[in-house]
């Protein structure tokens, strides 16, 4: 499985981004997705995820109600869209999948597959 994430940047406070993942190597639509970020010296850090049919969310308390995750099956794309972005969000964003078709857990390392991060600066 290689995943690849691309869309970070650098924005000002109050802007928004919206991150892409590609997925490819096996049937992208029968397992979950989520997004983890982690800045330098702090562990890996859950933000979002999505069940295999988008049908079920999940979202860190930090950034629920300013991000949305999303995916299109038939693209093998997962998507992070980003708003009212504070200095705090500041991280490298990474995609990653497991083997759970609705699970999306919140401990990094129960993931087997990353991609390979994307920067997201946000300047106050």
């Known amino acids: 499985v290689q995943l690849q994430a691309s869309g970070g940047g650098l924005v000002q406070a109050g802007g928004s981004l919206r991150l892409s993942c590609a997925a490819s190597?096996?049937?992208?639509?029968?397992?979950?997705m989520s997004w983890f970020r982690q800045v330098p010296g702090k562990e890996r850090e859950f933000v979002a995820g999505?069940?295999?049919?988008?049908?079920?969310?999940l979202y860190a308390d930090s950034v629920k109600g300013r991000f949305t995750i999303s995916r299109d099956n038939t693209k093998m794309m997962t998507y992070l869209q980003m708003t009212s972005l504070k200095p705090e969000d500041t991280a490298v964003y990474y995609c990653?999948?497991?083997?759970?078709?609705?699970?999306?857990?919140?401990?990094?390392?129960?993931?087997?597959?990353w991609g390979q991060g994307t920067l997201v600066t946000v300047s106050s």
């Open positions: 990653a999948t497991g083997s759970w078709k609705y699970s999306s857990p919140q401990t990094a390392r129960e993931y087997d597959y």
């Open positions: 190597g096996r049937t992208f639509s029968n397992y979950a």
């Open positions: 999505i069940s295999w049919s988008g049908g079920g969310t």
